[in-house]
């Protein structure tokens, strides 16, 4: 079971920051084998919980499908041609295989096995078999017999974890390998992916054994007070549908009652050639990939009688469901909005239409809800459309909002969508959105000789699966470019009438109390209230267009040009201070990115002013610029591919951004505008503040915030420089003006500003915008950060903190932190350390204990503030066993630190680190560049230094490591313990 876990790297400005985000989502993160297949739920729709037993029928709704006239469409079922540059085959067995040579990264293989079975064929709805089994195949083939495969994927470069590598949904269940091309590894990986298929063992005792992990899975992804939401949410979707009762994470009785023989009934009957795809793609030849496929899956002729895939039947929801949800963990105040809508056949001419004019529509419809807000017409602080398939036959259109007054803000909401209805679609907005989607639709195309292997191999499952079409980037872009062409705002409007007359809302409110969230009748009344208030719309107000975003700079300080050969570019040195440093990349085609970092940070502020910069930096980059509006910049922008945010951490400050090559000179003006003219808007000053004070309420109760806030607490003696969270009452005290303020004393003026940009630009025209837009930027005084880091304690820390009632919560978490000189082999070697620990817990905790889903180590070095060496170790388990959790954990460690790592284990931490290293993306060039053109370096090391560092490294290196990292005496223990 392979994850990928945040590397061991020294602290950039934003690492520390990282792992406090990693901790705080602990609880809600997941392995993308469970409850739904697809990684949970989809984020255009909040997922609530029914705490008084079944979602609601709106019964006292009037009529809310539409009452006007539609027209059915009637799509084109002509075939969208396979790309050519893909081998589709079928095998005797009828066994599919998609083949595909790529070298984007390079010298690497995707595989996939695509199972079309999952949860909706078990023969007990709620057993979570097919989840089950999924996880079986980790845990014994006839090649790999019990835990024997995981010490083979990580000697082919994968790392062990909690998260898989394999996901099952209702529908479909599949297999993920990414390997080198070496010879020794791609036939290890075409074993694996055959004993998948053909010859696992699902053993009666490791059934058993598994029991526990899966038991805990289910505890935490849907026993919390906020992940019970999954649970209404799946009743109101599957309600009616073949699919209703079939959750894919199961329930716990049926967890616990699984046996080997339920297993093989299911492993027998689904997993089977018809119903199973091969696909590889990467850089190995086409004949080649076909002989490994045929070699291994030919004879293959299933283990049972087949029977056949039954179709899942499902209807329209065209009954009101309206209902609400209060849990004190529910701490965003908010309300879902759902629409069933028909699923078309993505592989033909014409579904591929409907669903293009449907995501049209979502942007226009989106693009009215942005202005709405802006101009003080919608009351809502946020609200969001898309579309989301939460099966392969239930497709949804998604609203999410929010306000300070939810029953004002639903009524708006559902007041806009009816006007769209009954006044239709103008053509301003339907060119306003194609421009958008054709700058999309330019910017793919652009970049389509470095599509990447996964993108392929992704693409190709979903061809099997679902039927998605997957041509040629080229022919697929010349058939969008004609639809927009082509598209009418009335063939626009007709299909919003059209689906509006299929379906009935499903309205769900959600937060933490009684007093936020409106009751039932209330929401009934607002949804009424906002159909007949959109019937009766006028005409929407004109908006002034701009032309420009800013009057280019001139020139007056061409700089100091310096060539930097450790990453084939140059840097350009101001008299400003500021330095702009180039790197020219393809590993994105048609695409440039830009990093800039300077050192302060909020360590040169005042007290308490450090957990408010994601609320400062939020309401600038969601606020106009200059004199121009926010409405009038998303309209100067549409049709660009561009983005720039920037960011304050502890000890930095700076800007990251993304724009199509032909848009790079627009992110330089936002650069710009952000450091010379930023502002404040009232709406995105009044939704920062909220994101803010749900982030400080949520801190006060769930318990991985807690105990990240008691790791500081006890790692800084209560330093108020290293709180993370913001104060409620610091928060209620902020007004727009003082958000401005803190933002300007960091980023209005620039002193070391590097500004990194990396990507596919000529290097004459990356010159010229440094030199116009960086060179320009005004100067400020010279500071940095300051050090507000203590000694880490020198003796055992613990503490316990509240999980609350339920016991997804519960687990016990480690920091250690120790200070020693960081070098290139003091971050390597703290990296396989932790590679070494994790692949040992999860054995240990997972495997063996039968405790927990998993456990995670983060380890870190950082060079600023100070020279550190940190782990975390964070794990989750059943809260009756905790004693157990950590006596395990504590042995594992201590044993590590004692013994150090066996030959195996180092080659296999060795193993996953290399192949991490040999994968370079512009992120990491942009870092190098920084580094590079920095008078103070954080990390001046390349990935290649790096892999050339791990064929030297020694075991003993890592076991000394170990020792240093893990004293016996020193480290921070938070328990999570049930009220």
Request: hydrophobic share 40%.
């Amino acid at each position: 079971m392979v994850a990928t876990t945040p590397r061991s790297q020294r602290d950039r400005g934003l690492a520390r920051w990282l792992i406090g985000v990693v901790v705080l989502a602990l609880v809600a993160g997941a392995c993308t084998a469970s409850s739904n297949g697809d990684d949970a739920f989809d984020s255009t729709t909040p997922t609530t919980a029914d705490a008084d037993g079944g979602p609601e029928d709106g019964a006292g709704l009037p009529g809310l499908g539409s009452t006007l006239d539609s027209i059915e469409p009637d799509p084109d079922p002509t075939p969208i041609p396979m790309d050519e540059a893909v081998r589709v085959g079928q095998l005797d067995n009828g066994l599919t295989y998609y083949l595909r040579r790529n070298r984007a990264p390079g010298q690497r293989l995707e595989l996939r096995l695509a199972v079309d079975a999952g949860s909706a064929l078990q023969d007990q709805p709620d057993s979570g078999l097919a989840h089950f089994v999924e996880h079986m195949m980790f845990n014994g083939t006839d090649k790999y017999p019990d835990n024997s495969l995981d010490p083979v994927l990580q000697r082919l470069g994968l790392e062990i974890g909690p998260d898989i590598n394999a996901y099952t949904s209702y529908d479909e269940t599949v297999y993920e390998l990414t390997v080198a091309t070496d010879p020794s590894s791609v036939t290890e990986a075409f074993d694996v992916l055959a004993d998948w298929a053909i010859a696992a063992t699902l053993d009666e005792q490791a059934v058993i054994d598994e029991r526990g992990v899966l038991r805990e899975e289910r505890r935490v992804r849907v026993e919390s007070g906020s992940a019970q939401s999954a649970l209404l949410f799946d009743e109101i979707y599957t309600k009616g549908s073949d699919y209703a009762g079939y959750f894919t994470i199961g329930s716990t009785e049926g967890i616990l009652s699984t046996t080997a023989q339920d297993a093989r009934r299911f492993y027998d009957r689904w997993y089977r050639p018809d119903l199973m795809a091969v696909i590889v793609v990467g850089d190995l030849t086409l004949d080649q990939m076909e002989q490994e496929v045929t070699s291994r899956f030919s004879d293959f002729a299933g283990r049972s009688d087949a029977i056949e895939r039954p179709d899942i039947e499902v209807a329209p929801i065209d009954t009101p469901v309206v209902d609400r949800y209060v849990h004190e963990e529910m701490t965003r105040p908010a309300i879902s909005l759902d629409y069933w809508i028909p699923t078309w056949d993505a592989g033909t001419i014409g579904g591929e239409r409907l669903i293009m004019l449907g995501e049209v529509l979502i942007q226009v419809i989106q693009n009215r809800f942005d202005e709405g807000i802006e101009q003080g017409e919608i009351r809502a602080l946020e609200a969001s459309i898309g579309s989301f398939d939460y099966t392969r036959n239930l497709w949804f259109l998604g609203l999410n909002f929010t306000g300070d007054d939810l029953v004002a803000a639903t009524e708006d909401v559902l007041g806009a969508l009816r006007t769209v209805e009954v006044n239709g679609v103008t053509q301003d907005e339907l060119d306003r959105a194609i421009g958008e989607f054709q700058a999309w639709a330019d910017q793919r195309l652009a970049s389509a000789d470095t599509t990447q292997d996964s993108e392929f191999a992704n693409l190709y499952v979903a061809n099997f699966l679902s039927g998605t079409e997957a041509s040629s980037v080229e022919d697929w872009h010349a058939r969008v470019t004609a639809m927009f062409e082509s598209f009418t705002a009335q063939e626009l409007t007709n299909y919003f009438q059209y689906l509006m007359s299929l379906s009935a809302p499903l309205v769900v409110g959600l937060g933490p109390d009684d007093d936020i969230v409106p009751s039932v009748a209330e929401l009934e009344a607002a949804v009424a209230a906002g159909i007949e208030k959109g019937s009766n719309a006028g005409e929407a107000a004109q908006i002034e267009a701009i032309d420009e975003l800013m009057t280019v700079p001139r020139i007056d300080d061409e700089g100091d040009r310096i060539e930097i050969r450790e990453v084939d570019g140059f840097a350009i040195r101001f008299d400003n201070g500021a330095t702009g440093v180039f790197v020219p990349s393809t590993i994105s085609e048609g695409s440039v990115d830009l990093l800039a970092r300077s050192f302060g940070g909020w360590s040169t502020l005042e007290p308490g002013d450090g957990p408010l910069m994601g609320l400062v930096t939020e309401a600038v980059s969601s606020s106009g610029l200059a004199e121009i509006d926010r409405v009038q910049l998303d309209r100067l922008l549409a049709g660009s591919v561009v983005s720039l945010s920037p960011y304050i951490d502890e000890t930095e400050e700076g800007f990251f951004g993304n724009a199509a090559t032909d848009d790079a000179e627009l992110m330089f003006q936002l650069l710009s505008l952000l450091v010379t003219d930023p502002r404040v808007d009232d709406v995105a000053f009044r939704s920062a503040v909220q994101s803010a004070k749900i982030e400080a309420e949520n801190s006060a109760i769930d318990p991985s915030s807690l105990s990240f806030a008691a790791m500081l607490d006890a790692r800084y003696s209560g330093d108020p420089y290293e709180v993370i969270v913001p104060d409620l009452a610091r928060i209620e005290g902020l007004d727009a003006s003082d958000a401005l303020d803190l933002y300007e004393q960091r980023l209005g003026k620039v002193d070391d500003l590097v500004v990194a940009l990396v990507g596919d630009i000529d290097a004459q025209t990356a010159e010229l915008l440094l030199q116009t837009y960086v060179g320009t930027l005004p100067a400020g005084a010279s500071d940095s950060f300051v050090d507000h880091w203590n000694e880490p304690p020198a003796d055992l820390i613990e503490v316990e903190v509240s999980a609350g009632a339920d016991s997804s919560g519960a687990g016990v978490d480690f920091l250690f932190s120790v200070e020693m000189p960081v070098s290139e082999r003091t971050d390597l070697a703290v990296e396989l350390v932790g590679n070494i620990l994790q692949a040992r817990l999860f054995d240990a905790i997972r495997e063996d204990l039968g405790a927990t889903y998993g456990g995670n180590v983060y380890p870190t070095t950082s060079v600023v503030p100070d020279e550190v060496v940190e782990v975390f170790v964070i794990v989750n388990g059943d809260p009756d066993r905790l004693d157990q959790i950590e006596q395990v954990v504590l042995e594992e460690i201590e044993d590590l630190a004692r013994n150090g790592p066996s030959v195996d284990e180092f080659q296999r931490a060795v193993a996953i680190s290399t192949s991490d290293y040999e994968l370079i993306n512009n992120f990491q060039l942009m870092l190098m560049a920084i580094d590079a053109a920095s008078e103070d370096p954080i990390d001046p090391y390349t990935r290649g230094e790096a892999l050339q560092l791990l064929q030297r490294i020694t075991q003993s290196e890592v076991a000394a490591m170990a020792r240093s990292m893990f004293p016996t005496d020193q480290r921070i223990r938070v328990r999570r313990v049930n009220d």
